[in-house]
């Protein structure tokens, strides 16, 4: 009887090594399979809060630079290193929505600088710079429907950037808003590619 009992103790020994092994195969399998998965979720984090942010634009305020419903990706990299300038297209915090505690991302074009004063006249935009030179800009972005409308003169404060919607005639922007300029805290980054429904670099 004690040689059985033995014996049988003498079995569970030899396959209690054999189950551990299995086990510690079935964990590195399961890290093995988890790992990469990880590593790609913190790399996305990553890239999305420090390096890209995407947007997509409901409305054609935008257009025929960006269609309606269009998805972006903008640089969060780019105003790290180099100041906004006139013609950037840009997605940032709408100063309205911001001030009332209210996150809301807004997609339009840089089209006054800190310093400079905005007139629109007849649909046209002529910026006068600090120097007192005045130039008409350029509006081969804007939309086919020729603008309409006198608005300003607008001084845009040191710090902050007035924005237009390239559909002028039917863009919600700085000419409308309560808190018409632009802070630099507000901007997130600088519009470079539409992913969907199509590929390709915007300017």
């Known amino acids: 009887m004690e040689n059985k009992n033995n014996s049988i103790n003498d079995e569970e020994l030899e396959n209690k090594p054999q189950e551990e092994k299995e086990k510690k195969s079935f964990l590195r399998e399961a890290l093995d399979f988890c790992l990469p998965i990880v590593i790609a979720l913190i790399v996305a984090i990553i890239l999305k809060t420090c390096v890209f942010a995407n947007a997509q634009v409901p409305t054609g305020s935008m257009l025929n630079t960006i269609q309606e419903g269009d998805r ?3 640089s969060r990299l780019e105003y790290k290193f180099n100041d906004p300038e ?16 209210i996150t809301t991302f807004f997609v339009k074009r840089i089209i006054g600088l800190p310093g400079e004063t905005v007139n629109i006249i007849n649909g046209i935009v002529y910026v006068t710079d600090k120097n007192g030179n005045t130039e ?5 972005f804007v939309t086919n429907e020729v603008p ?7 001084t845009v404060p040191e710090g902050s950037y007035f924005c237009l919607g390239d559909n002028r005639n039917h863009s919600e922007d700085s000419r409308f808003w309560k808190n018409k300029y ?12 539409r992913y969907y429904p199509s590929i390709g670099k915007i300017e």
């Open 72 to 74: 972006v990706i903008a």
């Open 182 to 193: 632009v802070d630099e805290d507000l901007i997130i980054g600088k519009v470079k590619f």
């Open 86 to 101: 006139r013609y950037d297209i840009i997605i940032f915090k709408f100063p309205d929505d911001y001030d009332a505690g």
């Open 148 to 154: 309409v409308g006198d608005y300003g003169p607008f």
């Open 136 to 140: 008409k800009l350029r509006d081969d």
